[in-house]
């Protein structure tokens, strides 16, 4: 059996680089197709072994998925808010250190979470019902706070309420295969592409240069990651993107490497925290961990156990994998033409979503391309584009 765990998270560490760095593959697309075949695949292994490879697959996920976001623009929903900071790195020659800092978070955030596990044991079942009657009450006043706050609040109004108005569009059609991507790739990625194409960007010489994080912000970001992660880990529809609003409202002002890191960390620790869910409320609230649940038929204590030493394991060696592999992009990005990468980018999610969901994904994200082009020329920050995530959040809590 140890030969086969060992096996299993081997290979969940392989496929989590491919579904981390190739835009689109998704961990809950591979483990909805685990499920469908599990019963060829159960007459050679155990589940256990299965579920064991979709939790390194997905703890593998979330630290390489940071590549794609900040480097080709092209976000999932846990990255989306780190793609305008890590652009920023990038233009600056700094595009490995926006990287290291997401791995910092992930890795953080994954030990303290697992440190933390008996807390997060002890209080879920009593936290679970509270949380789930004011997390929408609370969502409505941060997102006011962060509208009237800014100068140009009637603008910020009109980008998060079409956001958002997109957002429950895109959810309601039923059948799209990844509504996610065309959504989160025009708001945060092909926007921004399209705005450095117009200005001709060019990606300078990446640099070596040292971490700039403080020790304070980096204990807040990581605190702040595993705290939300905690929260998102039992909450149905609240994710990443939701979490990291509460959190950067919650933390103040920690700089772009504070916020990469912060980010950086949420869908780490939601992941792992899922596992507790996973054994506490007998319920999954993700794909990788109701996959996990479906096969196992529930998560006993010592299986518990097992699986938090595989996201162990699997978060170690992918936060050295994500290391090495970011050192090649910045070595090679440089030695391409910006402007034919940032078209090509452009083209290949283009094509992404015209093969996952025809002319209505492509419908999407042209749609969602306008709204982040009209947040660039309002001058506004995008973080308000979160609305087409958060809006229909609050009126699946609220209503």
Known sequence: MLLEVLVALALGVLCGIITGLVPGIHVNLVSVLLISFSAVLLTYTSPIVLAVFIISLAITHTFLD???????????????????????????????????????????????????????????????????????????????????????????????????????????????????????????????????????SVIPKQKSAPLSISKKNLVKSVSAASGMGFIAAFLPGFGSGQAAIIATNAVGDIGDEGFLTLVG????????????????????????????????????????ILFMGVALVAGGIASLLTIYLSKIFAKYIVKVNYTKLLSGIIIFITLLTLYFDGFIGFTILLTATAIGLVTTAFGIGKNHLMGCLILPVILYFVL
């Open 66 to 200: 940071a590549i794609p976001s900040i480097y080709l623009g092209a976000p999932t929903d846990a990255q989306a808010l780190n793609v305008l900071p890590g652009h920023r790195l990038l233009l600056q020659g700094l595009g490995h250190n926006a990287i290291t800092y997401t791995v910092i978070g992930a890795l953080g955030s994954l030990l303290l979470s697992l440190i933390l596990f008996p807390v997060f044991i002890l209080t879920m079942d009593t936290i679970s019902p509270l949380v789930n009657q004011l997390i929408g009450y609370l969502l409505i006043a941060i997102m006011a706070y962060m509208i009237f706050k800014e100068k140009k609040w009637l603008q910020c109004l009109v980008v998060f309420s079409l956001s958002g108005a997109l957002g429950l569009l895109v959810f309601s059609i039923p059948n799209l295969e990844q509504p996610l991507f065309p959504l989160l790739s025009g708001l945060f990625g092909l926007s921004i592409l399209i705005e450095s194409l117009r200005q001709k």
């Open 265 to 304: 960390g949420l869908n780490t620790a939601s992941m792992a925290i899922s596992i507790a869910a996973a054994y506490v409320l007998q319920k999954a609230r993700n794909g990788a961990i109701v996959a996990v649940h479906e096969l196992m038929g529930g998560v006993s204590f010592k299986e518990m």
